[in-house]
């Protein structure tokens, strides 16, 4: 078995500086990034189903830019208008400056972790205990997030804006890797949606999350990596190691 194609199922990085080309170019595997899933809009009608409305909440939690871009989306297409005192809190710091696409950025009312941890922002938010929370939220939720959420001392109520959907291979599109990274129980839904007839063989195939790894099990497929695990808290540090493994196994 050898590991020269890697393909991880999340959006390729914005920046050069990300680990997986590092690992790309130390252990000389391509790595190529290609969503298995995909975001679509919840409609102001199936929004308005929810019973919720925004204006009797006085923060805004945000885990992701997606979240942002269909809360101001939804906002606009009821014509709700956001008063200057809404206060946002943003699991990081690149979430939190995504909001100035939508708002006069202001400390006084922008919140957000500087690890990038949801323990952390809920953290901060314990702290203004009063505020009444709206967490912007896809149909498919982290239960890791939520579970954090329900444990801490703020009073919450989960918005659905966006869905997660299976983004579907094209006819032409090539489909020959080694080893698969997952990072939702949606993605491996994703994978047997679009091969029916997968066999794993000897592919690999990692994931990060409890839910995910749940989801390779009751696939029937075999899981040969998984993050996180103690010491190994991200996908990039896992693989790292698995590479590192994997040549020492190579050279016997």
Same mark, same amino acid.
């Given at each position: 078995m050898k590991i020269k194609k890697i393909l991880v199922s999340q959006p390729r990085p914005t920046t050069d500086k990300s680990p997986y080309f590092d690992i790309s170019d130390k252990y000389n595997v391509k790595i190529d990034f290609r969503p298995f899933i995909k975001v679509e809009p919840v409609s102001a009608k199936d929004f308005r189903a929810q019973r919720i409305s925004i204006l009797d909440y006085t923060a805004i939690i945000f885990n992701?830019?997606?979240g942002i871009d269909h809360f101001f989306?939804?906002?606009e297409e009821m014509r709700?208008?956001?008063p200057?005192? *809404?206060k946002y809190f943003c699991v990081s710091e690149s979430v939190a400056v995504y909001l100035q696409h939508y708002i006069h950025y202001r400390k006084r009312k922008v919140f957000y972790g500087a690890t990038g941890k949801m323990n952390e922002l809920v953290t901060i938010m314990n702290k203004h205990a009063d505020e009444k929370y709206l967490f912007i939220t896809s149909d498919v939720q982290n239960e890791e997030t939520t579970s954090i959420l329900e444990k801490s001392k703020i009073t919450f109520t989960k918005a659905v804006m966006y869905k997660t959907v299976s983004n579907d291979f094209g006819p032409d599109e090539e489909f020959n890797y080694? *080893?698969?990274l997952f990072f939702s129980p949606v993605g491996i839904s994703s994978l047997l949606k679009n091969f029916p007839?997968?066999?794993q063989g000897e592919i690999q195939i990692g994931c990060f999350g409890a839910t995910t790894a749940q989801a390779v099990r009751d696939a029937g497929l075999r899981l040969d990596l998984e993050a996180p695990v103690?010491?190994?808290?991200? *996908?990039t540090m896992a693989l790292e190691n698995y590479m590192k493994e994997y040549i020492k196994k190579?050279?016997?």
């Open positions: 992701a830019r997606h989306r939804l906002c709700i208008v956001i200057e005192t *809404m080694d *080893m698969l007839n997968f066999e103690p010491g190994v808290p991200s *996908m190579s050279r016997k």
